[in-house]
């Protein structure tokens, strides 16, 4: 029987990341505890992950290295990812009133100053490069002038200098949400420039992607892979279910659509690639290889840039609450994942 590509995806969705996070802290923890391996880390256990926003900074920092003296292969363990939420989550997503009368809730400008956001990048990451995380990988972004996806990818940046950049200024390029933060410039290796948003406005559940990536990647006799070939671990940060009535919408112009057209984007955007995943799965009858783990966002906000400690508090809850939901799945992925390992 062939060896089962294994494939990690995260969605974008702001703090809701905690979600997410505090899954990939289970599944780590189950690895450790069936392994008898207290350093064992999730990235050990996949061939590739992907992830879009606030999932292309977990990503990141699953598969950042550890520094030569530390005698470590990574530097982060999930518990430390989902810590940068629990107690960073707030300073990120903090503005004084001024920004706040300035930006009139993200009308007239973004309405959190990027600083803040950057200076833990750069605290987390340092100088690493795209090139330098430890598996191939996929975080996605929007480039604005040339109207272009653009995906950073560490086994493209091994083969390319013109397509590496500091893990940093990728994390902001993919998390530069429109009307949440200003787009990010920043530069290649070679010093080129780009001007990117984020890549939830085409792909908030990255997963597709990386897919299609994947089955290139790992191609054999320059055939790329069919989906029967993966094992794929999808994980979403819950789907906002605002609704928006007809009595609401019908006279709405550009502002009155400017802050809900985000939301209806991604929400739309991740049913039809978790459609499309569905269909793709079951046409080559593997179905049972693919999990989309999207939990109920039942008690908490469901706005992605809620960092109160409630809020915080309440999503850690909606973390426990959908791991329960899924423990017998999760446990089924453990094994698998453990067994292709």
């Known amino acids: 029987m062939s060896k089962k590509i294994r494939i990690l995806s995260i969605d974008g969705g702001g703090i809701?990341?905690?979600i997410p996070a505090a899954v990939v802290v289970y599944i780590e923890n189950r690895i450790q505890r069936i392994t008898k391996n207290p350093d064992a880390r999730?990235?050990?256990?996949?061939?590739?992950?992907?992830?879009?926003?606030?999932?292309?900074?977990?990503?990141?920092?699953?598969?950042?290295?550890?520094?030569?003296?530390?005698?470590?292969?990574?530097?982060?363990?999930?518990?430390?990812?989902?810590?940068?939420?629990?107690?960073?989550?707030?300073?990120i997503f903090s503005a004084d009133l001024w920004d706040k009368f300035v930006s009139m809730g993200g009308i007239m400008k973004a309405r959190y100053p990027h600083q803040p956001l950057e200076k833990m990048l750069n605290?987390?990451?340092?100088?690493?490069?795209?090139?330098?995380?430890?598996?191939?990988?996929?975080?996605?972004?929007?480039?604005?002038?040339?109207?272009?996806?653009?995906?950073?990818?560490?086994?493209?940046?091994?083969?390319?200098?013109?397509?590496?950049?500091?893990?940093?200024?990728?994390?902001?390029?993919?998390?530069?949400?429109?009307?949440f933060f200003e787009p990010?410039?920043?530069?290649?290796?070679?010093?080129?420039?780009?001007?990117?948003?984020?890549?939830?406005?085409?792909?908030?559940?990255?997963t597709l992607c990386a897919v299609t990536e994947a089955s290139v990647l790992f191609a054999e006799n320059g055939i790329p892979l069919t989906a029967d070939r993966f094992e794929v671990v999808s994980l979403g940060t819950g789907r906002n279910q605002k609704v928006y009535t007809y009595e609401q919408v019908k006279d709405w112009g550009g502002l009155g659509w400017l802050n809900p057209l985000l939301d209806v984007m991604i929400n739309a955007a991740s049913d039809v690639i978790e459609r499309e995943l569905n269909v793709l799965f079951q046409g080559v009858q593997a179905s049972g290889q693919y999990h989309r783990i999207q939990p109920e966002l039942t008690g908490a906000n469901q706005e992605m840039?809620?960092?109160?400690?409630?809020?915080?508090?309440?999503?850690?809850?909606?973390?426990?609450?959908?791991?329960?939901?899924h423990k017998d799945e999760l446990e089924l992925i453990v094994n698998r994942i453990i067994q292709e390992h």
């Open 16 to 18: 809701r990341g905690i």
């Open 42 to 91: 999730v990235a050990d256990y996949f061939d590739f992950i992907a992830g879009t926003s606030t999932g292309g900074i977990l990503t990141s920092t699953y598969l950042c290295p550890a520094s030569q003296e530390s005698g470590q292969r990574y530097r982060f363990s999930a518990e430390e990812a989902l810590r940068f939420y629990l107690e960073k989550g707030n300073y």
């Open 123 to 179: 605290i987390t990451f340092r100088q690493t490069k795209i090139s330098e995380l430890l598996k191939p990988c996929l975080l996605t972004s929007y480039d604005l002038e040339k109207k272009i996806p653009v995906f950073f990818q560490s086994h493209v940046a091994k083969e390319n200098e013109a397509l590496d950049f500091y893990v940093k200024d990728a994390c902001r390029a993919t998390s530069s949400a429109p009307t």
């Open 184 to 206: 990010a410039r920043i530069y290649s290796s070679t010093n080129v420039p780009y001007t990117l948003a984020d890549g939830s406005v085409f792909a908030n559940n990255p």
């Open 305 to 325: 840039d809620d960092a109160s400690a409630d809020n915080i508090e309440r999503l850690m809850q909606v973390a426990t609450v959908c791991i329960e939901k």
